[in-house]
T-cell receptor, first 115, second 114 residues
Framework: AQSVAQPEDQVNVAEGNPLTVKCTYS??????LFWYVQYPNRGLQFLLK??????LVKGSYGFEAEFNKSQTSFHLKKPSALVSDSALYFC?????????????FGKGTKLSVKP | DTGVSQDPRHKITKRGQNVTFRCDPI?????LYWYRQTLGQGPEFLTY????????KSRLLSDRFSAERPKGSFSTLEIQRTEQGDSAMYLC????????????FGQGTRLTVV
């Protein structure tokens, strides 16, 4: 079965410092990987995706993610964190195991950026 | 606003009552998904429509839940005889035809069963 793991419940970063939010995945074939962000009482906003090609993908709001097939990881990164980046971040993989492409999400990582 | 919209944003209901939520997807998207998100968890898949056809239902979708997408446009999710365990955020998402396309989510409907 396909799955996603986000090993950290919370990540604390000082404003201006680089941030990393970790994600590992387990799939039977080639993964379609996504990062979404959720602000309080809001839906999910798409940040970036990896489908194929360059292992470093760039997304919205200065975020990027690195796909590493050997480590089955897709960590989210940003060179310089902003207080406004504080939110809940979800990694997801598209499920093609007999289904119609719904997303399987990790439990989420709460990012807290302090001034 | 051409994004995914959901109505209502919040719903408080008494246990045992029926509730219905609506989702209007992005107009050109033929694929529509419903998810449920409980506190501290990521969204969990409930059901999927391609155009008007409901092609997949998760085991989370008990007999008290039903979803429709008449004419392949908006969708409704109904919960009958609500239970306290149904309290959650219900999210709708839509996406286009290509396999690599990202899904776009609505703001969600937060259901509280008292």
């Amino acid at each position: 079965a396909q799955s996603v793991a986000q090993p950290e419940d919370q990540v604390n970063v000082a404003e201006g410092n680089p941030l990393t939010v970790k994600c590992t995945y387990s799939v039977s074939g080639n993964p379609y990987l996504f990062w979404y962000v959720q602000y309080p009482n809001r839906g999910l906003q798409f940040l970036l995706k990896y489908i194929t090609g360059d292992n470093l993908v760039k997304g919205s709001y200065g975020f990027e993610a690195e796909f590493n097939k050997s480590q089955t990881s897709f960590h989210l990164k940003k060179p310089s964190a902003l207080v406004s980046d504080s939110a809940l971040y979800f990694c997801a993989v598209r499920d093609y195991g007999g289904s119609q492409g719904n997303l399987i999400f990790g439990k989420g990582t709460k990012l807290s950026v302090k001034p | 606003d051409t994004g995914v919209s959901q109505d209502p944003r919040h719903k408080i209901t008494k246990r045992g009552q029926n509730v219905t939520f609506r989702c209007d997807p992005i107009s050109e998207h033929n694929r529509l998904y419903w998810y449920r998100q409980t506190l501290g968890q990521g969204p969990e898949f409930l059901t999927y429509f391609q155009n008007e056809a409901q092609l997949e239902k998760s085991r989370l979708l008990s007999d008290r839940f039903s979803a429709e997408r008449p004419k392949g446009s908006f969708s409704t999710l109904e919960i009958q005889r609500t239970e306290q365990g149904d309290s959650a955020m219900y999210l709708c998402a839509s996406r286009g035809e290509q396999g690599g396309n990202e899904a776009f989510f609505g703001q969600g409907t937060r259901l509280t069963v008292v």
